[in-house]
């Protein structure tokens, strides 16, 4: 036997008519405050980007404009047409109407052909790449680490910066405009107000190049060679952009992190001569007397995980990496994450000396920096 | 509720429509049993296109091709040709069979199949030994993209004649036990599709790998 | 007004363990389906809830170490869709389809019962990768070669080889149950039931069982060859040995975007049939509704690249396009659901809150992937936390509430006991309020540049706040649960007696006992309309309103 629905239903749907005007409250809100600005991406810092932000803002109109609509439509229709307990007569059984059908197929099709549109638009805009752009960098994604080779007009490489990372937490890099300007600090510089063309290449898998204020990426394929183009707003000089890999590569994916730093053309250029010199610089020989403490790289791992030193004395670690085809270097953190001394990387088959300033006594980790979560050990100085 | 999936449908409360005139078994048209292997042998189409698809992007990206070590190395005249002609024939066999019990000719069915079944392994034999010379000729699973799409398409091909062979024995032991009549043999109708259309991918397999 | 009692009730047929092992009845077979799914939903949940619990503050604290994170968002993804998701549906669709057509079972019954039991082989598979050395599979539920590759960095371990075996063994469980499906809808149904007389929840899963057919062999495709890859030392994806990373993609997204039609057709199939009978009138534009859904199933095949903006080689306008365009039909959907409430008489029965929570949160999933139709926008929002809401507010947001809605409605049938209300209405709010905390501020997270599938974040990057509330809601989600379970657990044993019919229901498979006896039906009623209990209950109401 059936039974018809119960009748003690007005409490429920007053509480369901509750839960769902919660939650239209709360959308409200987030609108209606400062909150509501965060449905927007940041601000643009390239023109690309800012094309693509007053793209944003039409999509985002049209789209709160369809959803107060049609979730409006769905919970008046809620809660006006509620049951009323006790009433058992059938509503009039409509079963469609072909024009209404029409009129909601018409209407929407011409609305996302213009959102289509507009987006062409858009698209040319953001992919159009010139034929001389004033500045020309080569980015290799590798495992889990940016090299960013800067190129002259013929596609030669000038320089190349292997520190992919600006961090201004060391002794040699303070909170300072000068630590903008030095490459060791790391960081792909880039100056403000001129096109900048990049092309990716990946050295193993495929990695993505992200800059959330360029609201931008693209993916880094092994295999083929992606390149786009950018023009950083010149209003934002001296700023710096993070970036991250945006495309699962792996165990230290999430800490595949680069800077984009936007400088004065002046700066720049005397930020690319810094580099120049810092990848031709000869290291100097090691201070005779100095320990030297030797490490090497082996299948991606270091051929030994602790290492001891004397307090407040310069030492030297002799690096072998022995990886064809894989950078390592070794760098020293303090047990806070700050980095003592950035050290540039090595690629497989090369030796070299890594010079270090004396260090107070205690704990240290040491890591490779391309390989982070995988290659690290303790250093201890007593 | 039978086995072969030939339902009773349950009759219905009044008498005013014309579908009570229909019989109480399934619907007019094709069997379920034969729907059903069409449909299965449609997802087999879909699984070789996708292996096609690689077949062509891959060629398509890779030149020369095939590769210089690998130029005569896939000569559609050899014993390849003999096994195509082999497979063809198969499939003339295979309907001979079906138009046979179709009228009730239980030993032209049961002839006609057993040498479809003998023809369906002599194909196997032959692409195996066809595999050995390659192997000879350096073209392995492994020896680069041009033998890595060819040993994929064609192992797997070979993957189902060997499930096809396997159907046939099922159905040639059905026969020869008497189980098939002219009025009942969806199972014949349902692996010579399955066989037909391992043919029809033999043929095109050897067209775009040995041809084109 | 009393629903006339077609057959005898009958008591509940007592199986003992050995029936069920060995069963190739649909019903039995439909609630395996979902007690299978079910478990797994809560099993992939369980990793979801390691990740949220990881990602509610900077630092590792949950997990050993990334590659453990990496696995639990691969697994976590894998189940939900391959374990979860997708049987669930054919569950209650293997449960509801022959009733709803008037036959005694499906077509091939047998190969009904074969495709279950690969459903839990499938899953230990995937699972016994966390007993091996290197780990379960941990390249994303996507495994985007060359990552997915064997290799030191990449996956060299035998987890990801086994999570290949178990979505092919998975995969074809899928197809031989989208056969049996169309074989079933197409020869089977009774007489008086042409096409455009089905209950619209046959019409989605017929529209879906094509999509499983033609699209499920082509991942089948891309797998093996990974697997080639892997273990035979071939050259389709590797770009240092000939071969191309992004082939994989295209392949594998041929699939997977239909996949998500698969997802959700037979979930909007549930609220189409839950919306009506609570509303008290037939479904707005049934005919529209089924043209809606053949056009989303056939369009749904031209958008895969959709998935690839960012790759660099997709013809973009092509997809920007075809993606723009498939909202319409959705949208004509959801306007007849609308529309089909308009001017009813609302019963707020625990399915119809579901199947509005359904529309309310499916809307937002809508919109919001119509911004990663545009493809500059898409540049700046693929790959982070903005589609990784957009995921769930349509899978979960629509699929899952699709599936409670269905669960609560059909509960009765199959069990013969009505499930409390009360408890009902605790767990719809506890899980839409949790849902919209979880997963609303991830919009916010992906524009501010977080990415996906990353263990951990920097203190400063200023994304702690709204992982920590999107962790709160998760943890709510999982104590939505508990009046769930606990609902089903006393209802199945001092549950009010159901009866054949206690929603006033319009379909046939109200038309029998609840639950059926083996063979379903002693006699059906006339069939004249999409609704024939409606017609049999009302003696065929004739005025048709136009409005």
């Known amino acids: 036997m059936s039974s018809t629905p119960r009748r003690r239903l007005a409490p429920d749907a007053l509480v369901a008519g509750g839960v769902v005007v919660l939650l239209v409250i709360l959308v409200a809100v987030v609108f209606l405050t400062g909150i509501g600005r965060s449905l927007y991406p940041p601000d643009a810092a390239t023109t690309q980007a800012q094309d693509t932000r007053d793209l944003y803002n039409i999509v985002f109109a049209i789209a709160v404009a369809v959803f107060v609509a049609v979730e409006g439509l769905i919970l008046w229709s809620v809660i006006r047409y509620r049951r009323r307990p006790g009433d058992d007569e059938l509503p009039p059984q409509t079963h469609g109407n072909n024009l209404v059908e029409i009129i909601w197929t018409l209407i929407p099709t011409v609305i996302v052909l213009y959102l289509f549109a507009i987006s062409y638009q858009t698209l040319n805009q953001v992919d159009a790449l010139s034929a001389q752009p004033d500045v020309q960098v080569h980015a290799v994604a590798a495992q889990f680490q940016w090299k960013f080779e800067y190129l002259d007009g013929s596609g030669n490489v000038l320089a190349t910066q292997t520190v992919p990372f600006y961090a201004t937490t060391s002794a040699d890099c303070p909170k300072t405009q000068e630590a903008l300007t030095n490459p060791a600090c790391g960081g792909m510089a880039l100056p403000v107000g001129k096109s900048v063309q990049v092309s990716l290449d990946s050295a193993d898998v495929i990695h993505a190049w992200y800059v959330p204020r360029f609201l931008f990426k693209r993916d880094v394929v092994p295999g083929q060679t992606n390149r786009f183009e950018f023009t950083i707003d010149a209003a934002d000089v001296n700023q710096v952009f993070r970036g991250q890999c945006a495309e699962l590569c792996g165990t230290g994916h999430a800490t595949m992190l680069f800077t984009v730093l936007g400088l004065s053309s002046g700066d720049f250029n005397t930020w690319l001569t810094s580099l120049e010199a810092l990848n031709h610089r000869t290291p100097p020989p090691a201070p005779s007397g100095a320990t030297t403490l030797q490490l090497t790289a082996h299948n991606i791992a270091f051929d030994k995980s602790s290492l001891e030193v004397a307090a407040n004395q310069p030492f030297v670690i002799d690096f072998k990496n022995e990886d064809p085809g894989i950078p390592h270097n070794v760098q020293i953190e303090q047990s806070d994450g700050t980095v003592v001394q950035a050290q540039p990387t090595i690629d497989g088959g090369q030796e070299t000396n890594y010079q270090f300033n004396g260090l107070p006594a205690g704990t240290y980790t040491f890591i490779c920096v391309v390989h982070p979560t995988i290659m690290h050990g303790t250093l201890t100085v007593h | ?212 | 007004m009393a629903t006339q009692v077609l057959t005898r009730p009958t008591t509940v047929y007592r199986s003992g363990l050995y029936e069920w092992l060995t069963t190739t009845d649909h019903k039995k077979i439909g609630i395996m389906y979902v007690i299978n799914s079910f478990l797994f939903f809560l099993i992939g949940g369980l990793f979801a809830l390691v990740v949220r619990s990881e990602l509610a503050q900077p630092g590792l604290q949950v997990v050993a170490d990334e590659h453990v994170y990496n696995e639990a968002f691969t697994i976590h993804a894998t189940v939900m869709i391959f374990l979860f998701i997708i049987p669930m549906l054919a569950g209650l669709g293997n449960y509801v389809v022959p009733l709803m057509v008037g036959a005694p079972d499906m077509a091939f019954p047998r190969i009904n019962a074969l495709s279950f039991w690969m459903l839990p082989l499938g899953g230990i598979l995937l699972l016994s990768g966390f007993l091996s050395s290197g780990g379960a599979a941990a390249a994303g539920w996507t495994s985007y070669p060359p990552l997915s590759e064997v290799g030191p960095l990449k996956s060299p371990g035998v987890g990801e080889d086994l999570w290949i075996v178990a979505i092919i063994l998975i995969g074809t469980s899928s197809i031989l149950g989208g056969i049996n499906f169309l074989v079933t809808i197409f020869k089977m149904r009774a007489p008086g039931m042409t096409l455009f007389r089905m209950p619209i929840m046959v019409w989605t899963i017929l529209v879906t069982s094509v999509l499983v057919v033609m699209a499920t062999p082509v991942i089948t495709s891309a797998l093996v060859m990974l697997f080639i890859d892997r273990n035979y030392g071939g050259h389709f994806f590797d770009p240092f040995g000939g071969g191309n990373a992004l082939l994989y993609q295209n392949v594998f997204w041929f699939y997977s975007h239909p996949a998500v039609y698969v997802m959700v057709l037979p979930a909007m199939g549930i609220v189409s049939e839950v919306l009506p009978v609570f509303s008290r009138k037939p479904l707005f534009g049934y005919k529209a509704f089924i043209f809606a859904t053949a056009g989303i199933g056939a369009l749904g095949f031209s958008v895969w690249a959709h998935h690839m903006f960012t790759t660099g080689s997709v013809f973009l306008p092509f997809f920007s396009l075809m993606t723009f365009l498939i909202a319409v039909p959705t949208g004509v959907k959801m306007f007849n659901w609308v529309f089909t409430m308009y001017r009813g008489k609302l019963t707020f029965s625990t399915p119809l809150l579901f199947a509005v929570g359904f529309l309310t949160m499916f809307l937002i999933g809508g919109i919001n992937g119509a911004f990663s139709a545009s493809v500059p926008v898409d540049f700046a929002l693929h790959d982070t936390y903005w589609v990784v809401a957009h995921l769930h507010y349509v899978l979960f947001g629509g699929s899952v509430f699709g599936v409670f809605a269905g669960i609560y409605y059909w509960f009765p049938k199959m069990t013969g006991r009505m499930l409390d209300e009360g408890l009902g209405k605790i767990h719809f709010v506890l899980m839409i309020v949790g849902f919209n905390l979880t997963f609303f501020p991830m919009h916010i997270l992906g524009l501010e540049g977080m990415p996906r599938r990353i263990a951990d974040y920097a203190s400063d990057a200023g994304w702690t706040d709204l992982n920590l509330a999107a962790t709160i809601g998760g943890f709510m989600i999982a104590a939505s649960m508990l009046p769930f379970l606990w609902n089903v657990f006393v209802s199945l044993r001092n549950g009010k007696i159901a009866g054949d019919d206690p929603w006033e229901g319009n379909t046939l498979e109200w038309a029998t006992s609840s639950p059926p006896p083996p063979y379903n039906f002693d006699r059906l009623p006339e069939i004249r309309s999409e609704r024939p209990l409606f017609d049999a209950r009302h003696g065929r109401v004739v005025h048709e309103a136009q409005a």
């Open chain 2, 1 to 212: 509720m039978t086995a072969e999936g030939q339902v009773m449908q349950p009759a219905a409360i009044g008498a005013d429509h014309g579908a009570a005139a229909v019989s109480p078994h399934a619907r007019r048209g094709i069997s379920n049993p034969i729907l059903g292997m069409l449909l299965f042998i449609t997802s087999e189409v879909m699984f070789f296109s996708g292996l096609f698809a690689a077949y062509f992007s891959t060629r398509a990206q890779d030149q020369p091709w095939p590769p210089a070590q690998f130029a005569h190395t896939l000569n559609p005249l050899s014993l390849i040709l003999v096994a195509t002609v082999i497979l063809i024939t198969s499939s003339f066999t295979c309907q001979f069979a079906v138009w046979a019990i179709r009228r009730g000719d239980r030993r032209g069915f049961i002839r006609n199949i057993s040498v479809t079944f003998v023809l369906g392994i002599a194909f196997l034999l032959l692409q195996a030994y066809d595999y050995s010379l390659l192997f000879g000729d350096g073209l392995t699973i492994a020896s680069g993209p041009f033998g890595t799409t060819y040993f994929t398409l064609t192992g797997f091909h070979g993957a189902h004649v060997f499930g096809g062979v396997l159907m046939l024995g099922v159905i040639l032991y059905r026969g020869m036990s008497g189980q098939f009549s002219a009025k009942h043999h969806d199972a014949v109708e349902a692996v010579s599709l399955y066989w037909h259309f391992v043919d029809v991918v033999w043929i095109i397999l050897f067209s775009v790998l040995y041809l084109l």
